[in-house]
């Protein structure tokens, strides 16, 4: 009993990691190629050399709307020092996107995740959920959820990064 027991904690042990996230803390970001809301394509490599905060969101979503003029300010206040803000929205429909846009706009890029397949690839579990990545591609921090209370946190990672080469 002792041994079947040990097996299935050490088979959870091994297989979790791979089910939990696919874009896991320390790892490369997924790579991407989507459409802005004009059509343009943005690559993930496009935003190598940057600190990038991803921010995976819906427009059904209320804490989105919480966090989308905080994400904005932090772009206005940190864009110059080579930080960017990619909102990757995962609702169905891009005219929702376009719609919700024309009442909230924002300064940063917006991408159409249609499909689902970047967010998939990211293992999103909950909305919104954003990844600080740093200069280098790899994956800093993950946020799920969003609070006024998380902006202190994210505003020290991106300054943290900011810094680094």
Same mark, same amino acid.
């Given at each position: 009993m002792k041994i079947a027991a040990a097996a299935?904690?050490? +088979?959870? /042990?091994?297989?979790?990691?791979?089910?939990a996230y696919s874009?896991?803390?320390g790892g490369m970001a997924p790579s991407f +190629?989507?459409?802005?809301?004009?059509?343009?394509?943005?690559?993930?490599? +496009? /935003?190598?050399g940057k600190v990038v905060f991803l921010d995976f969101w819906g427009t059904w979503?209320?804490?989105?709307?919480?966090?989308?003029?905080? /994400?904005d300010a932090l772009y206005k206040k940190y864009g110059k020092d080579?930080?960017?803000?990619?909102?990757?929205s995962v609702d169905k429909s891009e005219s929702n996107v376009a719609e919700?846009?024309?009442k909230r706009p924002v300064s940063f890029t917006i991408l159409t995740n249609t499909k689902g397949d970047v967010?998939?690839?990211?293992g999103i579990p909950g909305m919104p959920t954003g990844f600080i990545i740093g200069k280098d591609g790899v994956i800093r921090y993950r946020h799920v959820g969003f609070s006024k209370a998380f902006l202190p946190v994210y505003e020290k990672e991106i300054v943290e990064l900011l810094k680094k080469p």
């Open positions: 299935l904690i050490l +088979s959870c /042990l091994i297989i979790a990691p791979f089910k874009a896991e803390i +190629s989507l459409k802005d809301i004009t059509g343009n394509t943005v690559t993930f490599e +496009s /935003l190598k979503c209320g804490p989105c709307k919480e966090e989308f003029p905080e /994400l080579g930080f960017e803000v990619v909102g990757i919700y846009l024309k967010a998939e690839a990211y």
